[in-house]
């Protein structure tokens, strides 16, 4: 607890606009981590009742059928209920239902939509797992002018991704406008659609944008 504090401060002594939502969300994730450790020890102590209880919670959000919602447990790893927020979960599970629920193939599903935990942008995408897909993501991303600072990549065990990541845009804030947020999201589905890796932008054109 005093390491946390002694860095927070730190942080806060470089200079103004240094400290950020983002800084503090990252610093609160760690400092839980390392407590969690320190209360349950190793790894596999605690850990299946951890999971076991996320998605408890999540199933008594949902409001949907237990079959649906064990269903939807099982193609998720352990590491993904360790990892993502409960807010997160639930608007990943309503994203997955959501673009399941059209019929025939999949096709690339992304969310955009503002993360006042974090003070980002959180893009989630769900699509299914390629070669070069991150590059795809990151290059959509880079096109629209968002800059990543945090991503999360996960893998269902139906060969699915499900990718939550924060962007900024270049100015350091979150994509508050629809429009923009709107355009983040078709900038990142054309560079998943399209049949070869799109090239990542200029520098030029990155100031463009």
Request: hydrophobic share 45%; aromatic share 6%; net charge positive.
């Amino acid at each position: 607890r005093l390491l946390l504090i002694l860095t927070v401060v730190d942080i806060r002594a470089v200079g103004p606009g240094i400290w950020n939502e983002w800084k503090r969300s990252l610093l609160r994730t760690l400092f839980e981590a390392a407590e969690e450790r320190l209360r349950l020890g190793h790894k596999q102590h605690g850990r299946t009742e951890i999971v076991e209880r996320r998605q408890q919670e999540l199933a008594a959000e949902l409001g949907w059928k237990s079959s649906a919602a064990r269903a939807h447990a099982r193609r998720l790893p352990d590491s993904y209920w360790l990892a993502e927020p409960p807010a997160w979960q639930l608007a990943n599970a309503r994203q997955v239902a959501a673009a399941e629920a059209h019929i025939g193939d999949a096709t690339p599903n992304v969310v955009v939509e503002e993360d006042s935990e974090s003070g980002a942008t959180r893009v989630s995408v769900f699509t299914p797992d390629r070669e070069a897909l991150f590059y795809r993501i990151c290059a959509g991303l880079a096109a629209a002018g968002a800059n990543i600072i945090d991503a999360r990549i996960h893998t269902t065990r139906d060969g699915m991704a499900l990718d939550n990541l924060l962007v900024l845009d270049g100015r350091g804030k979150a994509y508050s406008d629809r429009k923009l947020r709107a355009r983040l999201s078709k900038s990142v589905e054309a560079a998943l659609a399209s049949a070869s890796p799109p090239p990542l932008p200029t520098a030029e054109a990155q100031r463009r944008s």
